[in-house]
């Protein structure tokens, strides 16, 4: 689904007010991390992330439309992203961009719960006591931290491509694979080689257990056929 942000002139009040038009939410993050880390200094100091859906530039340094066509800062994304100008302010016209229903920033180092896409009443579920499994779950539920792995990414917004462990908040436990049967647990060793983009498809619950003689949690997996999950 497509997906929106404004961008306002901080050296005006009127002019060069723009709506980004992103292909997804995914592809905003990306256009994000290569605008935030490019080597052109002008476009780094101008632009600046307000929240996920409010950019602001500084014009007198640089215009965030030229992003997509200037070498160095973001022009792989000239196909996926466009700006639409808005009427200056004496125009008294401005375009209302859509709100998610449920919308989440994912902000390397924040903790979250982690539930289904398709069915967001089942969480992960990590009850420590008694087993390492992390189970699925529609009546429980654990805190995790999600963070990119290297020095100084804390409060980065985290892309499909990023390394990342995900751990208890509770207890230093991170999330692992038992490699003989895909089952993920915690263990004091995070999983090497854990990238963000496993929540859209690397991860699956298995049939649901019997506890006192009543379908109860699953047993989460890691495998190649998994399901969506986003953070919450």
Known sequence: MVFYAYVKNVSSNSTYRYVIVFASRAVADEWWRA????SVVKFTE?????????YTHDVGQANAADSLTTAGVATQFLGK??????????????????????FTDHISGNSFFIRSKVSPYQYWYCPLQGT????VSS???????VSRNGSGTAGTIMIGSDEIAITLTTVSQSINVVPES????VSNAPKSGLKFSDFLGKFAAGLPLYKDG???RSELFYTEDGEEWELA
């Not at 605008?35 to 490019?38: A, D, F, I, N």
């Open 35 to 38: 605008v935030s880390t490019s």
């Open 46 to 54: 101008s632009i600046r992330r307000i929240n996920a859906q409010y």
């Open 81 to 102: 992203v466009f700006f639409t100008l808005q009427y200056d302010l004496g125009g008294r016209i401005l375009s209302i961009i859509p709100s998610p229903d449920h």
């Open 132 to 135: 390492k499994a992390v189970y």
């Open 139 to 145: 009546t429980e539920r654990t805190r995790f931290r």
């Open 182 to 185: 895909g089952q993920v647990i």
């Open 214 to 216: 009543n379908l109860g």
